[in-house]
Protein backbone atom coordinates (compact mmCIF):
# COMPACT_ATOMS: atom_id res chain seq x y z
CA UNK A 1 0.00 0.00 0.00
CA UNK A 2 1.66 3.29 -1.07
CA UNK A 3 1.50 5.87 1.61
CA UNK A 4 -0.81 8.52 0.71
CA UNK A 5 1.51 11.87 0.87
CA UNK A 6 -0.56 14.62 0.92
CA UNK A 7 -2.53 12.96 3.99
CA UNK A 8 -0.30 14.72 7.56
CA UNK A 9 -1.21 11.49 8.76
CA UNK A 10 0.85 9.26 6.58
CA UNK A 11 3.82 10.90 7.14
CA UNK A 12 6.60 9.71 9.48
CA UNK A 13 7.01 12.87 11.46
CA UNK A 14 10.18 13.20 13.44
CA UNK A 15 10.96 9.63 12.38
CA UNK A 16 14.77 10.87 11.32
CA UNK A 17 15.71 12.60 14.32
CA UNK A 18 18.81 11.74 15.73
CA UNK A 19 19.66 9.65 12.22
CA UNK A 20 22.53 10.51 10.41
CA UNK A 21 22.18 12.75 7.58
CA UNK A 22 22.12 12.03 3.99
CA UNK A 23 23.64 14.65 1.12
CA UNK A 24 20.42 15.00 -0.01
CA UNK A 25 19.28 16.28 3.37
CA UNK A 26 21.87 18.28 4.13
CA UNK A 27 21.34 19.77 0.80
CA UNK A 28 17.78 20.03 1.38
CA UNK A 29 18.84 22.11 4.46
CA UNK A 30 21.23 24.19 2.68
CA UNK A 31 18.91 25.57 -0.01
CA UNK A 32 16.62 26.38 3.03
CA UNK A 33 19.26 28.20 4.78
CA UNK A 34 20.16 30.30 1.71
CA UNK A 35 16.13 31.22 0.77
CA UNK A 36 15.29 32.68 4.33
CA UNK A 37 17.75 36.25 4.53
CA UNK A 38 17.64 35.82 8.20
CA UNK A 39 19.41 32.83 7.91
CA UNK A 40 21.80 33.35 5.27
CA UNK A 41 25.70 32.72 6.06
CA UNK A 42 24.02 30.37 9.13
CA UNK A 43 25.91 26.73 9.59
CA UNK A 44 23.76 23.65 9.52
CA UNK A 45 24.10 22.27 13.35
CA UNK A 46 23.37 18.78 13.51
CA UNK A 47 21.45 17.97 16.66
CA UNK A 48 22.37 13.87 17.19
CA UNK A 49 19.73 13.29 20.58
CA UNK A 50 16.46 14.23 22.08
CA UNK A 51 18.57 14.73 25.47
CA UNK A 52 20.87 17.58 22.80
CA UNK A 53 17.72 18.95 21.61
CA UNK A 54 15.79 19.59 24.89
CA UNK A 55 18.52 20.90 25.91
CA UNK A 56 19.05 23.53 23.52
CA UNK A 57 15.66 24.49 23.73
CA UNK A 58 15.40 24.86 27.21
CA UNK A 59 18.61 26.90 26.98
CA UNK A 60 19.52 28.45 23.91
CA UNK A 61 18.25 32.60 23.48
CA UNK A 62 17.38 31.97 19.38
CA UNK A 63 18.09 34.67 17.17
CA UNK A 64 16.23 37.67 17.52
CA UNK A 65 16.69 38.57 13.09
CA UNK A 66 15.53 34.71 12.75
CA UNK A 67 12.50 35.39 14.60
CA UNK A 68 11.62 38.87 13.59
CA UNK A 69 11.77 37.67 10.18
CA UNK A 70 9.69 34.81 10.51
CA UNK A 71 7.32 37.08 12.05
CA UNK A 72 7.13 39.34 9.24
CA UNK A 73 6.88 36.55 6.81
CA UNK A 74 3.92 35.55 8.85
CA UNK A 75 2.50 38.92 8.80
CA UNK A 76 3.12 39.45 4.86
CA UNK A 77 0.88 36.35 4.40
CA UNK A 78 -1.65 36.86 6.12
CA UNK A 79 -2.27 40.06 4.96
CA UNK A 80 -2.18 38.28 1.70
CA UNK A 81 -4.55 35.77 2.37
CA UNK A 82 -7.05 37.65 4.03
CA UNK A 83 -7.33 40.09 0.94
CA UNK A 84 -7.72 36.95 -1.16
CA UNK A 85 -10.22 35.42 0.41
CA UNK A 86 -11.62 37.36 3.45
CA UNK A 87 -10.99 37.84 7.47
CA UNK A 88 -13.66 35.53 8.38
CA UNK A 89 -12.52 32.72 5.84
CA UNK A 90 -9.01 32.89 6.34
CA UNK A 91 -9.85 32.77 9.99
CA UNK A 92 -11.83 30.12 9.67
CA UNK A 93 -9.99 27.70 7.86
CA UNK A 94 -7.06 28.34 10.02
CA UNK A 95 -9.06 27.11 12.81
CA UNK A 96 -9.93 23.98 11.08
CA UNK A 97 -6.27 23.37 9.40
CA UNK A 98 -4.73 24.21 13.00
CA UNK A 99 -7.31 21.68 14.72
CA UNK A 100 -6.51 19.11 12.33
CA UNK A 101 -2.64 19.59 12.08
CA UNK A 102 -2.65 20.06 16.48
CA UNK A 103 -3.60 16.09 16.37
CA UNK A 104 -1.80 14.70 13.39
CA UNK A 105 1.51 16.44 15.33
CA UNK A 106 0.27 15.31 18.25
CA UNK A 107 0.59 12.00 17.95
CA UNK A 108 3.74 11.85 16.01
CA UNK A 109 5.33 13.29 18.62
CA UNK A 110 3.90 11.10 21.08
CA UNK A 111 5.21 8.17 19.21
CA UNK A 112 8.52 9.57 18.59
CA UNK A 113 9.36 11.38 22.37
CA UNK A 114 6.84 9.97 24.48
CA UNK A 115 3.57 10.46 26.06
CA UNK A 116 4.15 13.38 28.48
CA UNK A 117 7.14 14.70 28.35
CA UNK A 118 8.62 18.17 27.52
CA UNK A 119 10.12 17.44 24.13
CA UNK A 120 6.77 15.96 22.94
CA UNK A 121 4.94 19.15 23.98
CA UNK A 122 7.61 21.89 22.31
CA UNK A 123 7.66 18.88 19.16
CA UNK A 124 3.42 19.58 19.14
CA UNK A 125 3.92 23.77 19.18
CA UNK A 126 7.01 23.43 16.27
CA UNK A 127 4.91 21.27 13.63
CA UNK A 128 1.64 22.98 14.18
CA UNK A 129 3.22 26.58 13.55
CA UNK A 130 5.19 25.24 10.76
CA UNK A 131 1.97 24.07 8.88
CA UNK A 132 0.27 27.38 10.12
CA UNK A 133 2.61 29.06 8.22
CA UNK A 134 2.36 26.34 5.61
CA UNK A 135 -0.90 26.76 5.29
CA UNK A 136 -0.62 30.94 5.26
CA UNK A 137 1.67 30.27 2.26
CA UNK A 138 -0.63 28.53 0.29
CA UNK A 139 -3.59 30.25 1.02
CA UNK A 140 -1.60 33.81 0.05
CA UNK A 141 -0.42 32.34 -2.65
CA UNK A 142 3.17 31.89 -2.24
CA UNK A 143 5.24 29.53 -4.49
CA UNK A 144 6.48 26.13 -3.79
CA UNK A 145 9.92 27.39 -2.76
CA UNK A 146 8.46 29.85 -0.20
CA UNK A 147 10.38 29.55 3.18
CA UNK A 148 7.41 28.40 4.67
CA UNK A 149 6.56 25.71 2.40
CA UNK A 150 10.39 24.25 2.91
CA UNK A 151 10.08 24.48 6.47
CA UNK A 152 6.93 21.83 6.74
CA UNK A 153 8.62 20.07 4.13
CA UNK A 154 11.70 19.67 6.52
CA UNK A 155 9.29 18.31 9.15
CA UNK A 156 7.78 16.05 6.81
CA UNK A 157 11.26 14.90 5.48
CA UNK A 158 11.33 13.23 9.27
CA UNK A 159 13.36 16.27 10.79
CA UNK A 160 12.45 18.84 13.30
CA UNK A 161 14.66 22.47 12.55
CA UNK A 162 14.84 24.23 15.89
CA UNK A 163 15.71 27.44 15.66
CA UNK A 164 18.75 29.79 14.83
CA UNK A 165 21.04 30.13 17.46
CA UNK A 166 24.67 32.05 17.22
CA UNK A 167 24.88 31.84 13.51
CA UNK A 168 24.07 28.64 13.13
CA UNK A 169 20.60 26.65 12.28
CA UNK A 170 19.86 23.96 14.28
CA UNK A 171 17.97 20.56 12.97
CA UNK A 172 17.21 17.66 14.65
Do not use: N, Y
Amino acid sequence: MDIDRTDPATIGWFARVGRPWSPAEAGAVDALIQSWPALAGSALSVVGGAEAAAALLRTAVFDDAWWDEEEGLREELWLAASHAIGEAGLERRLAADGARWRAVARDAARRAFGAETELAADAVVALSLAAHQRTLAALAGAGDDHVFVRKLALFAAGRWPLGCHRGRFHVF
